[in-house]
């Protein structure tokens, strides 16, 4: 006999076993005990045995939940709770508490915090089969439904309704209650795995240091190589929009690019990507020479990707009013250069790598 309560910062579940089948039992009456109020409250019920009314008010006392589980929607941020489970026996409409238990949870909190961390989950959306029926009724063939699905779909994912479109805020729910559970214990565990893995990790490179293998830490010194050329590869694209762009488009019957602050702003932005070219090459070189090239590959790594910020940002710049519009490409490269300067270390990292390795003491 068990009963085992998690939670993250919006939401409690209670789980629970007696062992075995209890007989004549009706169902489970769930309790939240809150440990700081000293109350104790009967959770409301969701569905009714048939032939009763679900009037406001019932208690899963008078209609006893029919699994091992239950999600406490009304929990509050903060609070500390615990849950009693009491099995229910009787007729419909006089159940009594059976002589099993009452099975009493460990306590909870809801909180974000986890040791050194902070995790912050969304509570999603509670749908009852009177919503399902309030939204069809009446209305074309689930056409209701299927909007507000789409919409609920989008909003789970940062309003996000075509892969590189994003309509509205939205939030990060994609994690479902008993996922994100799980995932709090977790996190209490991380630092301690990750402090592992850390020792794991260098323990290898010691031991394995000379072996012409591949260590761990050190294939980011060759994957970082990549990167840098792939920022190289996004920035020209961007480029070559803003120059196609400052050829065709007229302002006061002349190209664009004839005005010098916009021809100068492309052309100073080429020379930085083809600049972040050279060095991403001498990196490779390097690296198929088999030399070292720790700095080398982060001094690559960053100034391909500020050549991209650079880029990016005069492109733009050059198109003007259209470039935040979706039918240029403009402002996806934006984006697409902000997230991906951060892939395998921000340019921060990167220049904190090339300043351990340029003041590190020389034998
Ligand atoms: C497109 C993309 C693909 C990715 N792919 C993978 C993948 O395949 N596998 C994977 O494991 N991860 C992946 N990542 C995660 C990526 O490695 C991290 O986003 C990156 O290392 C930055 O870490 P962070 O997002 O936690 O930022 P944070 O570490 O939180 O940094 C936030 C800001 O603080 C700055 N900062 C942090 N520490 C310092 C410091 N000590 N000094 C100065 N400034 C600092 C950073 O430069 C940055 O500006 C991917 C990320 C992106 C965007």
Redesign the pocket.
Known sequence: MKAVAFANNDIAIVAWTFGGKLPNCLGFAVYRIDVRAGTETCLPAMATFSGQQATPGRTTADDPVQKFFWKDVYAKRGGTYKYKIVPMTGTVGSLQPMPYGPLISNQVQLSPHYGSLSAYFNRGILATQATAHVLTDGSPAGSMVDELKAHIVSLRDHGRISHYAHQEIGYNARLDAIQSAVLRAKLEKLDQWNGRRRKLANAYCERLSGSGLKLPLEVLNHSRISLAAGHCGLARSALQLAEQFARRHEVGGRPLWQNQAIGFAIVEAQARVEAARLLAYRTARMSEQGMAHRRETAQAKFFAAEALLSAVNVCNRVLGGLAGHLDTPAERYLR?A????????????Q??TVAKETFAPRP
């Open positions: 697409d902000y997230s991906w300067v951060a892939a395998q270390g921000t340019i921060e990292i220049k904190i």
